[in-house]
Nanobody, 118 residues
Framework: QVQLVESGGGLVQPGGSMRLSCAAS????????MGWYRQAPGKQRELVAL???????NYADSVKGRFTISRDNAKNTMYLQMNSLKPEDTAVYIC????????????WGQGTQVTVSS
């Protein structure tokens, strides 16, 4: 079982920057995909960025060029660096861990609120 704990959310002005962290603990397998999702009030949860155990990354078009997903394997921690933030980035950001090979698992963190407003 994997536990995920997000941190780093809060209030930031438009154009500002913020870094989110997701600390993972438990049975971390060598083959995995981790990612950041977000959900705004009244909207569906959407994918923000993914990073695979091999190092490949993917981004939603809405954040490409502004957000960077990364990891620190020694600390079992994933990060999301967010720059040039916009009001439409306001959402609860949620950490996710998946294993594409057996045994298949899918875990979610509790989420951290990011509010972009002046």
């Amino acid at each position: 079982q994997v536990q995920l704990v997000e941190s780093g959310g809060g209030l930031v002005q438009p154009g500002g920057s913020m870094r989110l962290s997701c600390a993972a603990s438990g049975s971390i397998f060598s083959i995995y995909v981790m990612g950041w999702y977000r959900q705004a009030p009244g909207k569906q949860r959407e994918l923000v960025a993914l990073i695979a155990s091999g190092g490949n990354t993917n981004y939603a078009d809405s954040v490409k060029g502004r957000f960077t997903i990364s990891r620190d394997n020694a600390k079992n921690t994933m990060y999301l660096q967010m720059n040039s933030l916009k009001p439409e980035d306001t959402a609860v950001y949620i950490c996710n861990y998946q294993r594409p090979l057996p045994p298949h698992v899918n875990y979610w963190g509790q989420g951290t609120q990011v509010t972009v407003s002046s």
